[in-house]
């Protein structure tokens, strides 16, 4: 055999010995995705309050339970706003699947927990190799989408608007618009409420100016009628003065002349 036919022969070995990994990357390719993902079994970790997350771990792994090894997941839950950190965050890979529940941050009483939320999706989310980190997802009412998390779902809303909500929507809401929860889209409780303040803030500040208005032109009324009472009198005097002076100087003259 001559050298060309060995080195043919070492490329076809190795194309077959590799071709797991060339239709893996091929599908990939195919569907958009990462390339440098790790091509063994995944890890799904389930981040939501405890009875919802272990429900759905229960749930997803019955699911996988008759899958083959290479197509199979492993499922892991925990508390988001606990816990998280502290047990799954070191265990992050290039493409681990974190999916996470977030809740309505727009409540005063959520806001916190929603803040804990997106702290532990964005640290989990920073942790890289080879420039790739785990692919986040992260389901809520609020539609602000996270900027490290790959994907972010909405769900509808059915309740009525908050009133910071229905103040800032009211005046930019058009016949061609559908809905108001579309102006909204993209802001995050902080915004919402920052925007808020600021509203107010424009009212308060409208309000007092024309307050001041009203007050200016009262005064401004007010020294004009002093004004022309004091025109009135210097006129008076000034008047008198000058017919005193006049009788003083006839008088003066016909005392010469006599």
């Avoid at 989310?125 to 997802?137: A, D, F, L, R, V």
């Avoid at 808020?196 to 001041?212: A, C, I, V």
């Avoid at 009472?229 to 009788?247: A, C, E, F, V």
Wanted: aromatic share 6%.
């Amino acid at each position: 055999l001559t050298l060309a036919t060995h080195l043919i022969l070492m490329v076809d070995g190795f194309i077959y010995v590799f071709s797991p990994q060339w239709c893996c990357l091929l599908l990939r390719l195919v569907q958009g995705r990462p390339l440098l993902h790790r091509m063994t079994g995944r890890a799904l970790v389930i981040g939501d309050i405890p009875w919802v997350a272990q429900s759905l771990k229960a749930y997803v792994s019955k699911l996988f339970a008759c899958a083959y090894s290479a197509a199979s997941i492993s499922v892991w839950s925990a508390n988001p706003g606990d816990h998280l950190v502290h047990r799954m965050t070191h265990r992050v890979v290039r493409g681990g699947l974190v999916a996470c529940g977030r809740p309505d941050g727009r409540l005063m009483a959520l806001t916190s927990a929603e803040n804990s939320v997106c702290l532990s999706v964005n640290q989990a989310s920073s942790i890289m190799s080879i420039n790739q980190t785990c692919e986040t997802m992260t389901i809520g009412h609020n539609p602000y989408p996270l900027n490290l998390a790959k994907h972010s779902i909405f769900l509808n809303a059915f309740r009525k608007m908050f009133l910071c909500e229905h103040l800032i929507t009211k005046d930019h809401v058009t016949e061609e618009s559908t809905s108001s929860w579309k102006l909204l889209k993209g802001r995050s409780s902080g915004a919402l409420l920052g925007e808020y303040t600021n509203l107010k803030r424009t009212q308060s500040s409208s309000e007092g100016h024309d307050s001041s208005q009203h007050t200016k032109s009262g005064a401004e009324r007010l020294l004009d009628r002093s004004g022309r009472g004091l025109d009135r009198s210097g006129r008076g005097s000034s008047g008198k003065g000058i017919d005193l002076s006049n009788r003083g100087q006839d008088r003066s003259n016909i005392d010469r002349s006599a």
